[in-house]
């Protein structure tokens, strides 16, 4: 093995180890927790939420593991279908492949994005000085970009006097753990606020800080012309550096490499990668029936410091073939010869942009979620709710809309079904249900579940939040005039 | 209602389970193909450059044989050198001269037979002695290089004396007069002495008395009268001697007399080379006569037969027009010293050159005759010991010709390699040519493909050849406006899997200069050819089929 695939390996090694600590599950916040009665977890969405209960203990790991994978552009049947004569299954790279079809589906720019979240401590309790809420959890933020020129570059190749755009075109892979602290309080009858504060400790990242990249091609020329800027902090691996500013290897740590257990602890709660954060919401019932609510969440950043590798690539570079001089060719000095050297030049001459820096820091900002919803209490077990939320990802605001239908019968079962329009899509329908039996509440959401049974092809996200809780001092649900809401 | 409720939620689970259970061959990812295939394209420069006439001329030019103008303009020549001559082989001058006189009892004369002992008596005698070359040849005056001038001296006289030596027409190397004095000291009668001068740089200049150059050297003995009487027999004698005489320069007249006598050939190999070369027509080809003539006498020089041959064995005979013999000048008294360079251009106006060329000559033989003073009545010559005569040929075709068509071929290596060119991958490429063509030719160029045993397997260029148009040329033959010519050539897969079997490329070029030949061209040493290659290829990688 070369050192170039030395290094790309570990650096593949490096950045799977990242999405690794995410495990034990895939997680996020889906939609239809937000009006999910019977989730204690349902402060994580709007910090103004006050649980149904005076106490409640989060399992370990389980309170609550969440997923989400989501692209906004492709699903499974745009990448994986039937063959159309015989009994396989073909991928879009077959030969009986649709590829244009691959790419009508494709965005200016597409992501692919993962959230991963564990909590390893959920506790919340009812004070009269409010509902404050503690959690400990182990957060990987993912998402991957590739411009739709880049898949027409690929699959169709260079055309004449095209200009691909492949702005935007990076990853952004944050693994931090997160120690929060929540607390909801009403200050009128009407009115509950809340507020959780969060400790950030990062333990690895990757971020393309900055992504400008075209490539213009013809017969007469191909211009390249990037502005890429790629920062990352690596505590758990050494990164050498040759004479020349390049990277030599990177040394992963020997107990990280062979996946020894116990190595992971000691790279979290980092303070050498530190950063806040904050979630705020507010709850409104302006009439009893009806119940407006805003949260936003991850208002904050980490300031990445501890082995922190930074490398850029700006360059304009015009590529208007090999000068070739045929004079100059001779026995000694062959056209094989010649392109060798010219490719050898050019490949230096290229490499020569990309330039490393060790050292330094950098901040950067969680991805901010803006929750605005309202619901609609027809009875005090049954509501309708309707929820807008806004992701700002570093290169694109994601927008979504959720309606839902509520429906709880007291403390033994909760249930809700939901309908969500994202990423074009418009066929997500989920569902969530929430057990309590004793002190022990089970709940399982999904946005998507329904459609992942009926038309799971076509699915363009999954996910779940499944929890596991010990409830203490449940309280009956009021009547619909009462002083609590239903579902917060 | 909670029931109603709990049965509805199940339904509907229950319900999508069983549609899923319809999807779920969509999942069975062990039914799923490997094969993965891409067409695409790709547009691409490849190379570019630029190529100037200077550099592939001296790159081909391996006989060193094409030079350039000071304006550039290229010509092609072979030279000879026919004659080569140095002064010191066309006049003779005498390394050694002599004359002896006496001083004897002629002294007897009244004036010493009155003296008294004591008395000094002088005593005077001349003496001419000849400074000739040959034939008719006058020497007017000679500045020498190297040898001696020895007196030997011998006086039977029983008196002492003084002798005084002295020459006007003797200058030392201070330019002062020669002369020189012999004590005699001895009363015994057996006085002898002998001095010796290095003389060079001593100049002699001589008269002329009836066509014969003479020096003349004075002697004065003073003869002090010892009281003994002269014997009849007494004499003081003077051996004056010029030894290993040499010369920087001789001034004179040199007649006419025959001097160069030579014979040889040129060898042109242009045309052995390239036999259709015949079919140009040159402008202005010469066959140039150069004259280096540092020696202060003109020249008459003649050709006597010059003969081009040709591989085929036909010849044709230089004929002269006018102008033959040549003259060649020489420096005057003004320019003594220089060089004088002159050159004689025979040409199809002088001459029947175009005939000659037109058999695609391969050596031109010659034989050259040269003699001195052809006439020209001026007498007032002179050689210099580094005076030289030279005389060179050269045969020059400046590139300035027409031409309805000929053609050029060549053969190079060429080999992909054993693998050739990977069709599995790549199933067509265009290849387009750009071509900035500066050259006054239009170029109609095929390339073709051979295996091993030198066997054309196929053209690069399907059909006709491609054309790379003349540049525009005005009425003196001069590019005014480049030509641009864009070309592309397809190669199909099966053209490219050919490759694999191929191990020579060769190159014909059919040219035909600027409007049909109709025009003579000039090709200068900074006219270019610049070319630009890009690719348009179409690519199909099927992962089955690789390897």
């Given at each position: 093995m070369n050192v170039s695939m030395k290094i790309f390996s570990r650096f593949t090694f490096g950045m799977g180890l990242i999405v690794c600590l995410s495990l034990p599950g895939w997680s996020q916040i889906n939609n239809s927790v937000y009006f999910m009665p019977g989730v204690p977890q349902a402060n994580r969405v709007n910090p103004a939420h006050q649980p149904n209960c005076e106490l409640y203990i989060g399992f370990p790991v389980l309170a609550p593991m969440r997923m989400e994978l989501s692209s906004n552009s492709l699903s499974y049947k745009d990448i994986i279908y039937e063959h159309p004569f015989h009994d396989s299954l073909i991928t879009f790279?077959?030969?009986?492949?649709?590829k244009q079809a691959f790419l009508n589906q494709l965005k200016p720019l597409n992501n692919i994005v993962a959230d991963v979240r564990a909590s390893l401590i959920s506790v919340g309790f009812n004070t009269k000085a409010g509902f404050f809420t503690f959690d400990v959890t182990t957060r990987v933020d993912e998402a991957l970009y590739f411009p739709e020129d880049l898949a027409n570059l690929l699959l169709k190749g260079a055309g004449e006097g095209q200009t691909y755009q492949l702005d935007g075109i990076g990853a952004n892979l944050s693994a931090f753990d997160e120690l929060s602290l929540g607390w909801s309080y009403s200050i009128l009858d009407n009115l509950q606020v809340g507020v959780r504060g969060k400790m950030l400790f990062g333990i690895g990242d990757i971020s393309t800080m900055r992504s400008n990249l075209s490539i213009t091609t013809s017969q007469e020329e191909w211009n390249i012309q990037s502005d890429m800027m790629v920062s990352a902090s690596l505590p758990f691996a050494e990164v050498i550096y040759n004479e020349d500013g390049m990277i030599e290897d990177i040394v992963i740590d020997e107990e990280i490499e062979s996946l020894k257990p116990f190595a992971l602890p000691k790279y979290v709660f980092n303070f050498g990668n530190s950063g806040f954060a904050a979630d705020v919401g507010i709850n409104y019932r302006p009439i009893d029936q009806l119940l407006l609510s805003v949260s936003a969440l991850d208002i904050g950043f980490i300031s990445w410091k501890d082995e922190v590798h930074e490398a850029t690539y700006e360059m304009a570079y015009d590529y208007v073939g090999l000068e070739l001089d045929?004079?100059?060719?001779s026995d000694d000095f062959s056209f094989g010869d010649y392109i060798d050297s010219t490719f050898s030049q050019m490949g230096d001459s290229l490499a020569s942009f990309l330039e490393f820096t060790p050292g330094g820091t950098y901040s950067k900002r969680l991805n901010t979620k803006l929750y605005v919803g309202a619901s609609y209490f027809v009875t005090p077990k049954i509501n309708f709710g309707i929820l807008s939320r806004t992701d700002f990802l570093r290169e694109q605001i994601s927008q979504q809309f959720t309606a839902s239908a509520n429906f709880t019968t007291g403390r033994f079962i909760n249930l809700t079904l939901s309908y969500t329009y994202r990423n074009s899509y418009v066929k997500n329908l989920g569902a969530g249900f929430s057990f309590n039996v004793g002190p022990l509440n089970l709940y399982m959401i999904s946005d998507n579940s329904l459609n992942a049974l009926f038309w799971p092809q076509e699915a363009r996200s999954v996910n779940l939040w499944f929890g596991m809780n010990l409830v203490f001092g449940y309280k009956q649900f009021q009547k619909v005039d009462g002083d609590r809401p239903l579902v917060y | 209602m909670k029931r109603h409720l709990f049965y509805s939620i199940i339904f509907l689970l229950v319900s999508g389970l069983m549609l899923n259970s319809c999807n779920k061959e969509s999942f069975?990812?062990?039914?799923?193909?490997?094969e993965i295939e891409l067409q695409s394209s790709l547009v691409a420069p490849l190379i570019y450059g630029s190529m100037m006439v200077g550099d592939i001329v001296e790159l081909v030019d391996s006989a060193d044989s094409f030079y350039e103008f000071d304006d550039g303009l290229i010509y092609l020549a072979y030279m000879d050198t026919l004659v080569e001559i140095m002064a010191d082989t066309m006049v003779e001058v005498p390394n050694k001269l002599v004359t002896e006189i006496y001083i004897d009892s002629d002294v007897n004369i009244p004036v010493w037979i009155d003296s008294s002992p004591g008395d000094t008596v002088p005593f005077y005698k001349s003496e001419l002695f000849s400074f000739t070359l040959e034939g008719d040849d006058r020497v007017d005056s000679v500045l020498i290089k190297g040898g001696e001038i020895i007196l030997d001296v011998m006086s039977s006289f029983k008196h002492t004396g003084v002798l005084t030596i002295s020459s006007s027409q003797i200058l030392d190397v201070d330019r002062d007069t020669f002369s020189t004095v012999v004590e005699i000291?001895?009363?015994?009668?057996n006085f002898t002495d002998q001095q010796i001068f290095l003389s060079d740089g001593y100049s002699m200049q001589s008269t002329e008395i009836d066509d014969t150059s003479y020096i003349q050297l004075n002697f004065k003995l003073d003869l002090i009268n010892s009281g003994n009487p002269i014997d009849p027999d007494d004499v003081c004698e003077i051996l004056t001697s010029f030894e290993n005489l040499d010369f920087y320069s001789v001034f004179g007249y040199i007649d006419s007399r025959d001097l160069i006598d030579e014979s040889g050939s040129v060898d042109i190999p242009i045309f052995t080379d390239n036999?259709?070369?015949?079919?140009l027509i040159f402008a202005d080809p010469r066959i140039n006569i150069y004259t280096a003539s540092s020696v202060g006498i003109p020249f008459e020089i003649t050709f006597d037969s010059v003969i081009a041959t040709a591989d085929d064995g036909s010849t044709e005979k230089l004929e002269f027009y006018e102008g033959h013999p040549f003259v060649i000048a020489a420096p005057d008294m003004e320019n003594i010293g220089s060089t004088v360079d002159d050159e004689i251009n025979i040409n199809k106006e002088t001459s029947n050159f175009n005939e000659l060329l037109a058999i695609a000559p391969s050596t031109l033989s010659y034989k050259v005759t040269g003699r001195t003073d052809p006439g020209s009545g001026d007498e007032s010559h002179f050689l210099l010991d580094t005076s030289k005569f030279m005389l060179a040929m050269e045969f020059l075709l400046p590139l300035d010709f027409k031409s309805s068509g000929f053609a050029l071929q060549e053969t190079f290596d060429f080999e992909v390699g054993a693998d050739g060119v990977d069709t599995t991958i790549l199933k067509e490429a265009r290849v387009s040519v750009t071509t900035l063509n500066e050259l006054p030719i239009e170029m109609e160029i095929q390339v073709y493909l051979l295996d091993s045993n030198r066997t054309v397997i196929d053209s690069v260029f399907e059909g006709d050849a491609i054309i790379l148009g003349a540049s525009l040329v005005d009425d003196r033959g001069i590019l005014t406006q480049a030509v641009e010519e864009t070309t592309v050539t397809t190669f199909p897969v099966e053209k490219l899997g050919k490759l694999q079997e191929v191990f020579y490329m060769q190159f014909e070029a059919r040219m035909i200069t600027s409007e049909l030949g109709g025009k003579f061209v000039k090709i200068y040493s900074d006219y270019s050819l610049d070319f630009k290659l890009s690719m348009y290829a179409n690519f199909r990688i099927n992962s089955r089929e690789l390897n």
């Open positions: 790279l077959h030969p009986e492949g649709d045929p004079l100059e060719l | 069975e990812l062990n039914r799923l193909s490997d000291s001895d009363l015994s009668g036999p259709d070369l015949a079919t």
